[in-house]
């Protein structure tokens, strides 16, 4: 290695991402449910009294869509245009029966989280155990999830707005042991690298961005949600199975993920595996 390269090495590992808070703006949510009457009513207050959080922060304007106000994707679509919300507050598999199998989210959710730019609010079906155990249950404890968190000012800000004060934020990375695994293997099969110390240091080196991330995240935080509690995950592993530990050890109320990606049409990276295995848990799709 030169001396050029050893010095531009040190002043890269010196630079820090800083969080950068920004206000989130939600004027108003709109609440979708695929039953009428009773039902729609009750849905619609579980959820307004889980989000009354955001009552906290603006004048929100509230409105419910019940399941005979739609009966296509295109018919939802078009609501949402018309309405324009801040936030889509919904559950999974609407209009649909596929809520007995954990294998999908159901077509209009899918969409919604697709097509528009809205954030969508998914809570658990109405019919599964999971939604009747969130009665009295408010946002306290907020994770957010991400498969690079380094930068992610605009997750971190809509996680924050959505935790209770007095709560805490849980700031998750989880580095993959499976991919980590594969590019060690290469490097130990050239010569010229020491591979045991290459190990240790890219492992060090991928744990200390999202650290140092975190940290800065604290900073702004303490200035523009001083109410909150934020706390660092930052770990290895098996995404799924380190993710439902760290949602079961820390009493997760809400998981805040991005699902857009600009280079394909599908979910972002981790959102849809983690969206259909995490089913206990509503999940705030950005």
């Not at 609501?79 to 209009?95: F, M």
């Not at 404890?141 to 605009?154: E, F, K, P």
């Not at 099969?189 to 604290?218: F, M, N, V, W």
Request: net charge negative.
């Amino acid at each position: 290695m030169t001396r050029v390269d050893q010095f531009e090495s040190v002043f890269r590992s010196a630079t820090r991402t800083v969080f950068e808070p920004e206000p989130v703006e939600i004027d108003s949510v709109l609440i979708v449910s695929d039953s009428d009457g009773s039902a729609s009513e009750e849905f619609a207050a579980r959820s307004r009294s889980f989000l009354n959080i955001l009552d906290q922060h603006e004048n929100l304007r509230w409105v419910t869509v019940s399941g005979s106000d739609f009966l296509t994707v295109p018919d939802l679509l078009d609501r949402v245009e018309t309405e324009r919300p801040g936030l889509i507050c919904t559950h999974r598999h609407l209009h649909s029966e596929s809520w007995r199998w954990p294998y999908t989210l159901g077509e209009y959710v899918d969409v919604l989280t697709q097509v528009t730019t809205t954030p969508v609010l998914v809570m658990p079906h109405p019919e599964r155990p999971e939604f009747q155990e969130l009665a009295g249950r408010r946002p306290r404890s907020v994770m957010a999830i991400t498969d690079h968190l380094t930068g992610d000012n605009r997750l971190v800000n809509y996680a924050a707005h959505v935790t209770q004060p007095g709560g805490r934020l849980l700031l998750s990375h989880v580095e993959d042991d499976a991919i980590f695994e594969r590019y060690m293997e290469v490097i130990a099969k050239i010569s010229g690298i020491d591979t045991d110390l290459a190990r240790q240091e890219i492992k060090d080196r991928l744990l200390k961005d999202p650290h140092d991330y975190i940290e800065s995240c604290k900073e702004g935080l303490a200035r523009s949600a001083p109410e909150i509690t934020v706390e660092a995950m930052v770990t290895s592993g098996h995404h799924i199975r380190v993710y439902r530990r760290l949602i079961e050890e820390h009493e997760v109320d809400l998981l805040v993920m991005n699902t857009k990606d600009e280079d394909q049409l599908a979910m972002h990276g981790l959102a849809y595996p983690l969206a259909i295995e995490l089913r206990a848990v509503p999940l705030l799709m950005l």
